[in-house]
Nanobody
Framework: QVLLVESGGGRVQPGSSLRLSCVYSGRAFNTYSMAWFRRPLGKSSEFVGSISWTGDSTSFADPVLGRFTISRDNPKLTVTLEMKGLKPEDTARYFC????????????????????WGQGTQVTVSS
């Protein structure tokens, strides 16, 4: 059984920074690529970024490229999304997800390729 729990969301001013955490409960965390998706109110989910199972590569969607970073701390079973220069367009519920197979170097932005999801944490960027 695998459980993902996100935390760190909240309401912040434009231009602010925020750090989201995803804690993984279960086996083989260090063999899976992990990703963040977000879903704005009334819209479909969109890919934010991912980190490889080895932790040595990351990938980001164009709207957040250069502003967001992803890291993982395997001993703590944690994936972190650091967000800087937040914009109102970043307002969404943010979800952590595990890729559907271990030891896989393929980078996917498709929701269907991920097999486990957290409940999400809300990020609201507003003045």
């Amino acid at each position: 059984q695998v459980l993902l729990v996100e935390s760190g969301g909240g309401r912040v001013q434009p231009g602010s920074s925020l750090r989201l955490s995803c804690v993984y409960s279960g086996r083989a965390f260090n063999t899976y690529s992990m990703a963040w998706f977000r879903r704005p109110l009334g819209k479909s989910s969109e890919f934010v970024g991912s980190i490889s199972w080895t932790g040595d590569s990351t990938s980001f969607a164009d709207p957040v490229l250069g502003r967001f970073t992803i890291s993982r701390d395997n001993p703590k079973l944690t994936v972190t999304l650091e967000m800087k220069g937040l914009k109102p367009e970043d307002t969404a519920r943010y979800f952590c997800a595990r890729f559907g197979s271990p030891y896989n170097n393929y980078t996917s932005q498709y929701l269907g390729d991920y097999d486990t999801w957290g409940q999400g944490t809300q990020v609201t960027v507003s003045s």
